[in-house]
């Protein structure tokens, strides 16, 4: 279930993203298309100026600064936004003469360009944002600067509450489908829910537990497969318990299935063991892990496993061994598809020390082959 729901908000965030980054995207092109509209009416207006001015200059040739000043001052062009503002500049940035207003310094944008070259540029003053257009204009006195600008304030404005509105949008739309999701997801999944329930109980050793076969797809099937599982393994353990009985003994499960919490304490327990006798807290955790499975490792949390030991003699020690009850279970635990899990010469191989007193279920045709030629788990699986 915690896989499910990891995987349900991984998709969801993923979709989100992939929503959000393409709205995004759609929105910067659409302002860079618009800027670029600017951009060229900009420069349109640059060079309406600039022919004016070779018409002007051509028909009356000026002589000094104030008589340039007054040429600027009697062009006058008009587009949809109203009069164009202009100023024509030094290489330094000097204002040489002025039509209008032109709040931008011009030595950024003219010291960047080069012989014969245009430019612009977005500059930004105060909470206003302007495209600032400049163009060389040959004189007779040298090279000056034909500058001007539009105002694109709204443009800049209209992304940025664009931008906010599709953010809102998209929050709202994820917020809605997770929760219809949610909705779906927990009516859909509801025969899983009962049959990990179901499952736990079961590895805690109640083998009566069946679950409710409402359909007849993939979790119907899962569902009728778990219940044959449960009869079979409730119909073997309790086969096993009565034949040993017969032979004269007294089996006691004392530990089958393990919350995590509960094998993390036992870790920590043996961990501890072992910072008592002086190893050191890396070398500790490895010496115990050799008797007790680190938490998410242990074939108890899976439910596989169960710890039987003589009722007589309840301690999980290495004289379980010769006790009457583990002798019989080691000869005959194979008839009913059990295997000593960890047995004795194998922890090279296992990882865990000799515990005559685990034993895991593996199905009778596995079990058989596996006590019958002396293997652990990993030998047969290898094979």
Not at 244 to 265: E, F
């Amino acid at each position: 279930m915690r896989l499910f729901w990891k995987l349900f908000c991984s998709m969801v965030i993923i979709t989100a993203l992939v929503c959000s980054l393409g709205g995004y995207f759609l929105i910067d092109q659409q302002f860079r298309a618009s800027l670029d509209r600017e951009v060229s009416a900009l420069y349109e207006e640059n060079d309406l100026l600039r022919y004016t001015l070779a018409r002007e200059l051509a028909l009356q040739p000026i002589d000094g600064e104030a008589a340039l000043s007054q040429l600027v001052s009697s062009i006058s062009i008009t587009t949809g936004r109203g009069a164009v503002a202009f100023r024509i500049s030094d290489e330094t940035g000097r204002s040489a003469a002025v039509k209008g207003s032109i709040p931008v310094d011009a030595a950024p944008l003219t010291a960047q360009l080069g012989e014969g070259q245009r430019g612009w540029e977005v500059v930004r003053v105060e909470e206003r944002v302007f495209l600032h257009a400049a163009s060389p204009l040959s004189l007779s006195g040298g090279t000056l600067y034909l500058e001007n600008r539009r105002e694109v304030t709204s443009l800049f404005s209209a992304r940025q509450e664009q931008y906010q509105n599709f953010f809102y949008l998209m929050l709202a739309l994820t917020a809605i489908v997770g929760a219809l999701s949610l909705a779906v997801a927990s009516v859909i999944l509801r025969p899983l829910a009962r049959l990990s329930a179901a499952t736990k109980r079961m590895a805690a050793g109640e083998l009566d537990q069946r679950v409710r076969v409402d359909s007849s797809d993939e979790l119907g099937r899962l569902s009728e497969d778990f219940n044959a599982m449960a009869a079979r393994l409730k119909e073997q353990v309790q086969e096993l318990k009565d034949a040993a009985r017969a032979a004269g003994h007294q089996p006691l499960i004392c530990s089958s299935y393990r919350t995590w919490g509960k094998q993390a304490q036992l870790f920590e327990a043996k961990t501890q063991f072992y910072l008592d006798q002086g190893y050191a807290e890396s070398e500790a955790e490895v010496q115990a892990a050799a008797w007790v499975a680190r938490p998410g490792t242990s074939e108890h949390q899976a439910g596989l496993a169960v710890d039987i030991v003589d009722t007589a003699y309840q301690l999980l020690d290495k004289a379980q061994e010769g006790r009457p009850v583990q002798q019989w279970l080691m000869a005959h635990c194979a008839e009913y598809g059990f295997i000593l899990r960890y047995p004795t010469g194998k922890s090279d191989l296992t990882g865990v020390n000799y515990e005559p007193w685990h034993y895991r279920y593996v199905g009778q045709k596995a079990a058989r082959e596996i006590m019958d030629q002396g293997l652990c788990l990993e030998e047969y699986l290898a094979a």
